[in-house]
């Protein structure tokens, strides 16, 4: 039977073609709605029902501590995902400048980082911080690495150990808006006269602050929701927002209250990484447009060679 | 040159840091004494069969592998159709598909308690079956995404010539498409079976009196410090790594064939 092949399929079928595409996100985003659902379910013992109850969010809001754990949660997991986006940025540029042909190895090396062990890395940090840890045990007359060493449950050791994990994952979308950078650009600027900081500055960075600006808000979102580091590494000082909801499935058996908390945490990353996208994207856009050196110059003579 | 050398070096200072706590992990649970602190004092295996002699953890093994291949099978057949629809000619398909993906970028304790909850409203169990579509769940985007590239490099006319020559759709499938996007459709498999391995949160609130290894790991942690674990860290690692360094060969694969 010919169908769509050689134009426009006709509206019924593609109609019915919609049909898995629908189930595709049912099955994808019930349990996120259902999540919602419960954030004003009502609670009874253990038992929940489906109700209208907005007292939740109020003792989520007004509850002991709550705010300004979420607070502490989004300076540490915050300074996690900067830290990592700069880390991860420094060494892309650095590969892409001197070893451009290890770029492509470089991001095999961090797929193959972030599919491999992540509770085993978290757990790693165990043996190497501590008084009686690796680090410790190398550090000799080194302040710098024993106080390293000395990070043992603390927010600390938790900021380390995510920095630790996030790297690879900010390495990967830095390094391919850097695979996409044209190094004709590079070779033009440099030939006009631009010293490395101009060139970084004019034309580098412009070019690839989307890769830098998504890197931070997939290494923010993995940080602020991660429960597991904290509970492993952080001790009484490294408990975050994350755990607290953990808590109430596991622990208070408040799955409704849980819920709120969980909408709360996703609230304040969407607005903190949209507005750090506002941030990168206006300082790229100053960057480029305060150096007569700049990008325009350089694609221009780039295409006159 | 000065700046040569800096780059160099900082280059090597981040991998060392990347590269640490995998190294020690694996060199600790070859270690043959029982303390995780240097000096190392010789390498022995007794730490893994102290391991694979509790049966808890030899289960817990079993029921990984089980999970994993499961996943893996559903999201290249799942992550095929989703290729499929992703590249769709209909924009509300691409734009409802584009929506089903985002769960890939939520924390994974939130699909984790979502998913519980989900599990509570259906009045399902926990259990191997609820791991299984709960690990589907956040390894799909990842496998959907490897089949969308290589489909996308695809050139639809061997398909059409396939259809116009009378071939059925499935016989298309079988013959034609099929062989040109095995590579992928492999890696997609390997990478989902990876993530089901190695995942965590979705397993801790679905898997319930049939713990995965990640599962029985975080118990261990939990309760003692002692190279056991280090042993059983050291076989999933083992095994993930396998699996995401043959999905990395079979992706590079096609390519080199068209």
Redesign the interface.
């Known amino acids: 039977m010919p169908n769509?092949?050689l134009g426009?399929?006709p509206n019924i079928v593609?109609s019915i073609?919609?049909v898995?595409?629908?189930c595709?996100?049912v099955?994808?985003?019930?349990?996120?709605a259902?999540?919602t659902a419960?954030s004003v379910y009502a609670q009874s013992g253990y038992t929940f029902k489906p109700a209208l109850d907005f007292g939740n969010y109020a003792s989520g809001i007004t509850g002991a501590g709550d705010m300004s754990l979420l607070g502490k949660t989004v300076v540490v997991m915050f300074a996690a995902a900067a830290v990592s986006t700069f880390?991860a940025y420094?060494?892309v540029y650095?590969?892409a400048?001197?070893?451009p042909r290890f770029l492509r190895g470089m991001m095999?090396?961090a797929?193959?980082?972030l599919?491999?062990?992540?509770?085993?890395?978290v757990?790693?940090?165990?043996?190497?911080l501590g008084d009686?840890?690796?680090i410790a045990?190398?550090a000799g007359h080194s302040h710098l690495l024993t106080a390293i060493g000395n990070l043992a449950n603390t927010r600390w050791a938790v900021l380390l150990a995510l920095v630790?994990f996030s790297?690879?994952l900010c390495i990967l979308p830095i390094a391919s808006t850097f695979s996409g950078l044209d190094r004709q650009l590079l070779g033009a600027s440099r030939d006009l006269g631009a010293g490395?900081w101009v060139t970084f500055r004019g034309v580098v960075f412009p070019l690839t602050f989307r890769g830098a600006a998504f890197a931070f808000a997939?290494a923010f979102?993995?940080c602020?929701?991660?429960?597991?580091t904290p509970a492993?590494l952080g001790g009484m000082d490294g408990f975050m927002f994350?755990s607290l909801?953990?808590q109430q499935?596991t622990l208070t058996f408040d799955?409704p209250l849980?819920?709120v908390l969980?909408i709360i945490?996703?609230t304040t990353v969407v607005i903190v990484v949209s507005t750090v996208y506002l941030i990168i994207g206006t300082v790229a856009r100053r960057m480029s447009g305060a150096s007569a050196t700049g990008a325009e110059v350089a694609r221009r003579s780039a295409i006159m060679t | 040159m000065a700046?040569?050398v800096g780059?160099?070096v900082?280059?090597g200072i981040?991998?060392v840091?990347?590269a640490?706590?995998?190294i020690?992990?694996v060199v600790?649970a070859f270690d043959s004494s029982a303390?995780?602190?240097?000096p190392y004092s010789g390498t022995s295996f007794r730490w893994f069969r102290a391991a694979f002699g509790n049966p808890m953890i030899a289960d817990a093994l079993g029921q990984s592998i089980k999970v994993g291949v499961a996943v893996g099978v559903l999201c290249m057949a799942?992550g095929y159709?989703?290729a499929r629809?992703m590249l769709?000619?209909?924009r509300?398909?691409r734009i409802?598909?584009g929506?089903?993906?985002?769960?890939s970028?939520?924390?994974?304790?939130?699909?984790a308690?979502?998913?519980?909850?989900?599990l509570r409203?259906l009045g399902l169990r926990q259990g191997t079956m609820a791991t299984i579509l709960g690990q589907t769940?956040v390894a799909?985007p990842f496998a959907t995404v490897v089949l969308v590239g290589r489909l996308r490099g695809l050139d639809p006319s061997f398909a059409?010539a396939s259809?116009d020559l009378g071939a059925s759709a499935w016989r298309t499938f079988r013959l034609v498409t099929f062989p040109l996007i095995r590579g992928a459709v492999i890696a997609a498999g390997c990478?989902a079976m990876?993530?089901s391995l190695?995942?965590?949160?979705i397993a801790f609130?679905t898997s319930g009196s049939s713990p995965t290894m990640?599962v029985v790991?975080?118990g261990l942690?939990r309760s003692t410090?002692d190279p056991t674990?280090n042993a059983v860290?050291t076989v999933?690692?083992g095994i993930?790594?396998t699996?995401?360094?043959t999905a990395?060969v079979q992706m590079g694969r096609d390519i080199d064939r068209v």
Do not use: H, K, Q
Not at chain 2, 105 to 111: E, Q, S
């Open positions: 769509g092949r426009r399929s593609r073609g919609l898995p595409a629908i595709y996100v099955f994808a985003l019930t349990p996120i259902l999540l419960y880390i420094a060494v650095c590969v400048i001197v070893v095999m090396i797929l193959f980082a599919f491999a062990g992540y509770l085993v890395r757990f790693a940090w165990r043996i190497l009686e840890g690796i045990t190398l630790n790297v690879p490395p997939i979102i993995l602020a929701g991660d429960y597991v492993l994350a909801i953990a499935f799955w849980g819920a969980a945490l996703m | 700046g040569r780059a160099i900082l280059i981040v991998f840091f990347l640490a706590p995998i020690v992990v600790f303390r995780l602190a240097l799942l159709a989703g629809l769709s000619t209909s509300a398909t409802l598909v929506a089903g993906s985002a769960p970028v939520f924390p994974a304790l939130l699909i308690l979502s998913f519980a909850i989900t409203t769940l799909l059409e259809r990478l990876a993530i190695d995942e965590f949160v609130f990640p790991l975080w942690l410090i674990s860290a999933i690692l993930c790594s699996l995401v360094i990395i």
